[in-house]
């Protein structure tokens, strides 16, 4: 009798080490992994007002630290370093922060229209104490000494104590500069207006030219005047008493002053003074000045983002690397030490110090990742332009700053998009358009979009009322727009030369306004032939619907024209079909109003923009704004107020075809059918729609909402989350699955296998859902997906006045291997079964021969 091979043996062992390389990972990360693919950066957003403090010592670092506060009309105040600039702490108040002082370790704030008084400790900012403001507060005034804090009225001076409470009460007039109170000095004139103009003429200064208030060192006031002539910023220190210019520093800064305050110190032979500038560009960028060289500076217009779109970086990283400037290299040996310290770590016998040594490794490994061409799609460029008209590049990997381009300020900045790209991957136009702030006149920038380089301006005499993208065409994908302006009646194509004209197919192009004021919605068509030879057509008023009287406009949505559909059925769990109805002229309207009865509602409207037609309609009792909604392929998903509960509620609405016929048939026919038979159907139209058939369903989530998007991947395959921007600012992600209307409360057999959740009218919270973890993005604004090339991974970038990006897998990594993969394992594995196979191919053979010699 032949025995089996022994190798039989090896399969248990075989089957363990391939089931440990494929087992699933779970959603949630370890910390270290946190910043891996993600980055949170922290700005102050536009400097107001600053305050030079005193210095302290910090007990994070044992060191002592010069730093000053600033103050942001995003309603935040902040304590820099003033070495590098970063920040130490800073708090989010309940309104504008109109003033500041420094009273011994305490800062002292005035807000909410001046009606809130403040009081932080500066080294670690904690509340120390909270009041209200003196009637007629109109300025805080610091003493002289550093010691006091007093709230300056039209008639007093009301200097508080270290709690906040009143210590002694001065009488005002009109012409006193400087009063004595509780033994202290409080300079309550400041340098006037007149005073500034002055000194501007003296010293043959220009209009734009910014002058500090008053700093007193030792007995003396000094103020500073900063003007920047073509690139060049020269800064003059003045004596204030006899109008001497005491210094003059020249730097390299460009960008105009628009505030400039002052800071002084004795040298150290005692005999000089030296000074130092905190300066506020016109771009909102911040910056101090020493001794003629940028110490550091900080682009605080990053606060104000109002357009972003994410572009490959060209095939060659010389582009970007002009415009940017190199990184210094990252060495093999900084390579060698990072692996030892990360080995080390991952053994747990790095001491604190190695730990903080293999984070700033790791941190300066990212700055040196190339700007080039990435095949998954995972390094990219994001093009972000601000409300003052800069534009930003920086990378996805860490958020730096590749190059900047000032397009100037006084223009809203409409939308921002792709214009054209080649397709061999040469080049890439960005489409910017603007419009001034009478509304009068529109203008079209075309920039480069790897360098920032100016390529194309051309002004519009058109009102940008509403900005449409039509069809990409042209073998470079050209994408024109179609500002539309409804009083005139007229629509003006978007193109950065006219001979492009002739590319697009304006034919069936319908457009819709919605005017919130009068409740009303209309639906307009683009004549299909150019007037005049020009770009300017006509626009025809093909429908109007007035909602109903009393009813307010308080959210709308629609679709994305060009996103991708990976399936138009949705198979059920006793092998029928649903057709999913995706038509790109739906429009979502939601409207508050008051019953008869005095009670609120919210009802919804669903219309095809390009008939008219309601295409369906739902009330909310007892529901109110805001309404947060996003509209994907066939779904909605929309948040408003719940009056009678006192919370937040989610409601989705799916939209699939109305034909019982063809939804009760077995996916199996449907794929038979679509196999022998002609398809009839060649064409979808508005004006001959198939009848639709809503699904609905509403839950309760327990966070507040501020913004709401969808995650959307390259093909569409990977599964959808809903990512909720909380009040806190903080990302939740909702599983599109937990939002289906279809799920039961007694799930049968069917639900089961289609894998549908049992119902539950409260939404499930998942701390590891926070896609921000920790990190809280100040004053969050809005949150921008962004596909990959890999299916399974999305781009997320979030700002307000912080930002932060992140990749996810809603689906996980199906497509490829996790970061954390045991590369090692397999190549342990690999070589162990070698080893076996050759092991047992030699003891086989001798047991042959042995056998044969019997």
């Known amino acids: 009798m032949r025995r089996r091979p022994c190798c039989e043996a090896l399969l248990p062992l075989v089957a363990l080490l391939i089931l440990s390389q494929i087992a699933p990972r779970a959603h949630a990360i370890y910390a270290e992994e946190a910043g891996k693919h993600d980055w949170h950066r922290e700005n102050v957003g536009f400097v107001r007002e600053a305050v030079f403090l005193p210095s302290f010592l910090d007990a994070s670092t044992n060191l002592t630290t010069r730093a000053v506060a600033v103050l942001a009309e995003q309603k935040m105040i902040s304590v820099l370093n003033q070495r590098s600039g970063a920040i130490i702490w800073r708090k989010e108040l309940g309104g504008a922060v109109d003033g500041a002082g420094v009273a011994g370790s305490q800062l002292v704030t005035l807000s909410e229209g001046k009606t809130r008084v403040q009081s932080f400790d500066f080294r670690t900012g904690a509340l120390v104490w909270d009041k209200a403001a003196e009637t007629g507060t109109r300025s805080l005034a610091s003493s002289d000494d550093g010691k006091a804090v007093a709230a300056v009225t039209d008639a007093e001076l009301i200097v508080y104590g270290k709690s906040g409470t009143r210590e002694e009460t001065a009488r005002l007039n009109a012409k006193q500069e400087r009063v004595e109170a509780a033994g202290s000095t409080f300079d309550v004139g400041g340098v006037s207006d007149a005073l500034k103009r002055s000194l501007a003429a003296e010293l043959g200064l220009g209009q734009k030219a910014a002058i500090s208030e008053a700093y007193v060192l030792g007995e003396t006031k000094y103020v500073v005047a900063v003007e920047t002539v073509q690139g060049k910023c020269t800064a003059k220190v003045i004596n204030l008493k006899t109008k001497e210019v005491v210094d003059t520093e020249e730097y390299k800064f460009g960008g105009s002053a628009e505030k400039v305050f002052l800071t002084g110190y004795q040298k150290k032979e005692g005999k000089s003074v030296g000074f130092r500038i905190l300066l506020v560009s016109a771009d909102k960028s911040l910056c101090l000045l020493q001794q003629s060289e940028v110490v550091w500076l900080r682009e605080e217009a990053l606060a104000s983002i109002v357009h972003t779109i994410v572009v490959d970086f060209p095939l060659s990283g010389e582009k970007v690397e002009a415009a940017s400037g190199k990184e210094d290299a990252f060495t093999i040996w900084d390579e060698i030490n990072m692996q030892v310290l990360a080995f080390k770590s991952s053994l747990m016998l790095a001491t604190p110090k190695e730990s903080l040594d293999l984070k700033a490794f790791q941190l300066a490994k990212k700055k040196t990742e190339p700007a080039y061409f990435d095949s998954n799609g995972f390094k990219k460029q994001i093009l972000a332009l601000t409300s003052v008209g800069k534009l930003f590049a920086l990378h996805t990997s860490d958020g730096r700053v590749l ?38 006149e529109s203008k079209f920038l075309v920039v480069d979009g790897w360098s920032g380089a100016l390529l194309s301006n051309k002004s519009i005499k058109c009102a940008a009322d509403s900005v449409m993208k039509l069809q990409p065409a042209g ?25 492009d004209l002739g590319l697009l197919d304006l034919r069936s192009t319908f457009l819709f306004n919605v005017d919130e004021a009068n409740g009303v919605v209309s639906g307009y068509n683009l004549s299909p032939k150019l007037s005049g030879g020009d770009a300017t057509l006509p626009l025809t008023n093909l429908w109007s619907l007035k909602l109903k009287e009393g009813q307010k406009i308080v959210g709308t949505a629609s679709p994305n024209f060009f996103q991708k559909v990976y399936s138009r059925t949705r198979v059920l769990g006793d092998r029928s079909a649903l057709y ?29 923009t390009v008939t008219g037609k309601m295409l369906y309609s739902i009330t909310h009792k007892n529901a109110w704004g805001p309404v947060h909604v996003v509209f994907h392929e066939n779904w909605i998903v929309y948040k408003y107020w719940n009056i009678q509960g006192n919370r937040d509620e989610m409601s989705v609405l799916e939209l699939y075809e109305d034909e019982p016929l063809k939804n009760s048939n077995s996916i199996s026919s449907h794929l038979f059918n679509l196999i022998t038979k002609t398809n009839q159907s060649n064409f979808v139209s508005s004006y001959a729609p198939s009848a639709i058939r809503v699904l609905g369903q509403s839950y309760v989530l327990s966070l507040p909402v501020k913004t709401m998007t969808v995650t959307t991947s390259s093909l569409g395959i990977t599964a959808n989350q809903v990512l909720v921007g909380t009040l806190s600012d903080q990302i939740y992600a909702i599983d599109k699955k937990l939002l289906d209307p279809r799920r039961p409360v007694k799930p049968t057999n069917a639900d089961k296998e289609e894998g549908l959740i049992p119902y539950n009218e409260f939404l499930p919270i998942a701390p590891q859902k926070f896609i921000t973890y920790t990190h809280q993005v100040a004053g969050l604004r809005d949150i921008q997906c962004f596909p990959t090339r890999r299916e399974s991974s999305v781009l997320v970038f979030a700002y307000g006045v912080d930002m932060f990006y992140t990749r996810l897998m809603p689906s996980k990594s199906f497509d490829m291997l996790e970061d954390d993969f045991s590369y090692s394992l397999l190549v342990t594995t690999i070589l162990g079964l070698l080893v076996a196979t050759f092991v047992v191919r030699s003891r086989v053979q001798k047991d042959n021969l042995k056998r044969n010699w019997m």
């Not at 790109?584 to 409207?605: Q, R």
């Open 580 to 608: 999913k109805y995706i038509n790109p002229n739906t429009l979502f309207v939601s409207a508050e109003s008051v019953g008869d009865k005095g009670e609120p509602k919210l009802t919804i409207y669903l219309v095809d």
């Open 403 to 440: 190059w900047t381009k000032d397009l100037g300020e006084g223009d809203d900045y409409v939308d921002m998009w792709v214009y054209k790209q080649d397709p061999s991957h040469a080049g890439m136009q960005i489409g910017i358009l603007s419009s001034n702030k009478a509304k009068t």
């Open 475 to 499: 073998s470079s994908s050209l994408q024109a727009a179609l500002l539309a302006d409804y009083e005139a009646s007229k629509g003006h194509v978007v193109v950065a030369d006219d001979s």
